[in-house]
């Protein structure tokens, strides 16, 4: 049961608490109670009932966000206050990341920290972690790395097995958002091995998911579809129906890339996706979506393709997750593109490509580049259009990173038709020079002038 008063009554109570010097207590009284309600949620945010735990912190969110605000003000002068505000600020870890309030989440966490220096190493370290995957959340890659690193080295400080197997498992991932695929690949072993060592069955199930994405994105289908497997196997036996939402997106992800059998990958996606509603997890719903517009244009509905596209983007832009956005626009393009919308199609790849220019997603700027010349080719500028695949082919080998099967039929008959339309010297040309360009050329977009011309890619 909850109680509504008037503003008035609030106002008059208030007035009452300061007359009767009872302020500070009562503000203290609510911050413990609110601390404590945090702390008892937190371990149910990732169990079968999540969704009712979830919401109801979404109810008393206001009081959260004032409770943890007044331990904050007084952290700075007072060390129990500044623990139990990184306190609070891990137990409302989760609820952060699955509602999607990434900017709020990572504002307190960084704002306790900046308060708690002298806070035991055991409490602030999860405030770094946390940190740190809210800003790889957003996109802010080189500031993640930072703290993430800095949680690691104190993880290994004080000889958390756990901790630093979950460090070193979101410096996989970010070494996968990177492209690093090498590195990130040895960062995840590392990190599964030391789940295993501690037997956490949670966090093998989170890495091999991770690894899974890792290896999707090299070609190694069927290794990455095992480790999804086998998580739901896990799931399965453990009795957690609710945790197969992400191994199943990621498993339709797989059948779909492979071209392996593209109506499992619609039904599985939006299993998916029905998961993720439950929960409310905002930002998974939107990678969802994404998905789920790949594979309608793949099964001929360009019409609930573009619905799904638009939806996705929509709600990248509302989370402020450019990383996102960049790949739903890429989507979302590929559709307009499908239906003869050539001029949209090329504003959002533009967008995506200048969203791209900020970061080192360089798998989705060879994909971006490969719409580009699509669209190119389509508005006959098939010079250009060789110029931007030309590049895109060569980002693609040095970051090892093979173009999908399922984008590869409409790929080669778009090359194969510009090719005849130029010449094959012209073409290998062009081809050729648009290899030569660095990235910081590359990371320049073709205007809208240039794709109604055969002119170059501006450099």
């Not at 008063?5 to 008059?12: I, N």
């Not at 003000?73 to 623990?83: G, I, P, T, Y």
């Not at 002298?118 to 890659?141: C, H, K, N």
């Not at 900020?358 to 010349?373: F, I, Q, V, Y």
Request: charged fraction near 25%; aromatic fraction near 8%.
């Amino acid at each position: 049961t909850r109680y509504e008063m008037l503003q008035t009554l609030r106002e008059y109570g208030l007035e009452r608490l300061a007359e009767a010097e009872e302020m500070e207590v009562t503000r203290g009284a609510h911050a413990a109670c609110y601390l404590a309600r945090a702390e008892e949620t937190a371990p149910n945010l990732l169990g079968a009932e999540a969704a009712w735990w979830l919401d109801s912190l979404e109810q008393e969110h206001e009081n959260l966000r004032a409770a943890l605000s007044w331990m904050l003000e007084r952290a700075a002068m007072n060390a129990d206050f500044a623990e139990q505000a990184l306190q609070f600020c891990a137990a409302l870890m989760n609820f952060w990341e699955v509602r999607g309030y990434f900017r709020e989440g990572q504002a307190f966490m960084e704002r306790a920290l900046a308060v708690s220096k002298d806070v035991a190493a055991t409490v602030r370290v999860e405030a770094l972690y946390g940190a740190g995957f809210l800003a790889l959340v957003q996109g802010d890659i080189d500031h993640a790395e930072g703290l993430l690193e800095q949680s690691l080295a104190l993880f290994r400080e004080i000889g958390d097995k756990r901790g630093m197997a979950k460090s070193l498992r979101i410096l996989g991932s970010l070494a996968g958002e990177r492209n690093s695929y090498g590195l990130a690949r040895t960062l995840l072993e590392e990190s599964l091995a030391l789940y295993h060592e501690v037997e956490d069955q949670n966090g093998i199930a989170h890495t091999r998911q991770d690894l899974a994405q890792v290896l999707t994105s090299q070609g190694d289908y069927v290794r990455a579809r095992a480790l999804l497997e086998e998580n739901l196997l896990l799931y399965g036996a453990l009795g957690r129906q609710y945790r197969t939402a992400c191994p199943l997106y990621l498993l339709a992800q797989v059948l779909f890339l492979s071209r392996s059998d593209l109506v499992k990958a619609y039904a599985l996606t939006e299993e998916s996706l029905a998961l993720f509603r439950e929960v409310g997890d905002k930002r998974l719903i939107a990678y969802a979506l994404s998905l789920l517009t790949e594979v309608l244009l793949q099964q001929g509905e360009p019409a609930r393709a573009r619905e799904s596209a638009e939806s996705s983007v929509a709600s990248f832009r509302n989370l402020e997750n450019h990383s996102g956005l960049a790949e739903s626009l890429i989507h979302l393009a590929r559709v307009e593109a499908n239906q003869g919308d050539l001029e949209r199609a090329h504003v959002h790849y533009e967008e995506s490509w200048g969203m791209l220019g900020e970061r080192d997603s360089k798998e989705l700027r060879a994909a971006c580049l490969e719409g580009l010349g699509s669209v190119a080719a389509l508005q006959e500028s098939p010079g250009l259009a060789a110029r931007l695949w030309g590049k895109g082919a060569t980002i693609r080998a040095e970051i090892g990173a093979p173009m999908p099967p399922v984008y590869r039929v409409s790929y080669v008959r778009a090359v194969t038709d510009a090719r005849a339309k130029v010449g094959e010297e012209a073409f290998a040309a062009a081809w050729g020079e648009g290899r030569t360009f660095t990235v910081e050329q590359a990371l320049i977009a073709p205007s809208s002038q240039a794709f109604q011309t055969n002119t170059p890619v501006p450099d």
